[in-house]
């Protein structure tokens, strides 16, 4: 079993909805976890970090469950803008960081 | 302005013709590492490095060598490349040990072995 499991898409929406990826991991101990954004053949960047409380930046909300070893991320009020590969990030013991395969969003008009 | 500059951005090379793509960052951070990102399976760590001279593997270091001389500079080394190291590799750099969860990428260096 993969480490982390994403559903690689493509999710294809219109703009103005709401939309929600799910990632499961398997390794229980892991420590922290992330989302990054990485644009077409551009390199990942950090989009945000994810609380076990659950954390809200503008559009975006995060938020993990650990009894059930998933992180999820919602955007609303999806944008053209938002159209990329969300990567699911998990920071195990040591600094090792382990990358989900990532899910593609597409956006359109 | 911040930067992580991965050098070359693509290449195009034969079976056995060793190549360097080279890494540098101006943010003194004593993190950096090598990953390679392939479809359906995500990026993969190739080599870690903690600090100047201080190096270890990360999940797939066969084939590739690395060194850490400088704080700022970490190159990727393929002796011999074979054509299952066709890839789009990045190079990422983190402050402290790398723990933060929080990586600079390069813009990546698309590698194709013929």
């Known amino acids: 079993r993969k480490e982390v499991e994403q559903d690689p898409g493509p999710f294809n929406v219109p703009e103005g909805a709401t939309v929600a990826f799910n990632c499961t991991y398997s390794?229980?101990?892991?420590?922290?976890f992330f989302w990054y954004r990485q644009d077409c053949r551009k390199e990942p960047k950090l989009l945000m970090s994810?609380?076990?409380s659950g954390n809200e930046d503008g559009r975006f909300t995060a938020q993990l469950n650990r009894a059930s070893q998933y992180i999820s991320l919602l955007i609303r009020d999806s944008k053209l803008s938002d159209s990329a590969t969300y990567l699911c990030?998990?920071?195990?013991?040591?600094?090792?960081?382990?990358f989900g395969q990532g899910t593609e969003l597409s956006v359109k008009p | 302005e911040a930067q992580v500059t991965q050098n070359p951005r693509y290449l195009i090379t034969v079976t056995g013709k060793k190549l360097t793509v080279t890494c540098s960052q101006n943010?003194?951070?004593?993190?950096m590492s090598w990953y390679r990102q392939d479809p359906g399976l995500g990026l993969r760590q190739i080599y870690y490095?903690?600090?100047?001279?201080?190096?270890d593997k990360g999940d797939v270091p066969e084939g590739y060598k690395v060194s850490r001389k400088e704080k700022r500079n970490f190159p990727l080394i393929l002796e011999s490349p074979s054509p299952n190291q066709t890839s789009l590799y990045f190079c990422?750099?983190?402050?402290?040990?790398?723990?933060?969860?929080?990586?600079?990428f390069g813009e990546g260096s698309r590698l194709t072995v013929l």
């Open positions: 390794n229980s101990a892991s420590q922290s």
């Open positions: 943010m003194n951070h004593e993190y």
């Open positions: 994810v609380y076990s």
């Open positions: 490095s903690m600090n100047v001279e201080v190096t």
């Open positions: 990030v998990l920071l195990q013991g040591g600094g090792k960081l382990i």
């Open positions: 990422a750099t983190a402050g402290g040990t790398g723990n933060t969860g929080e990586l600079f």
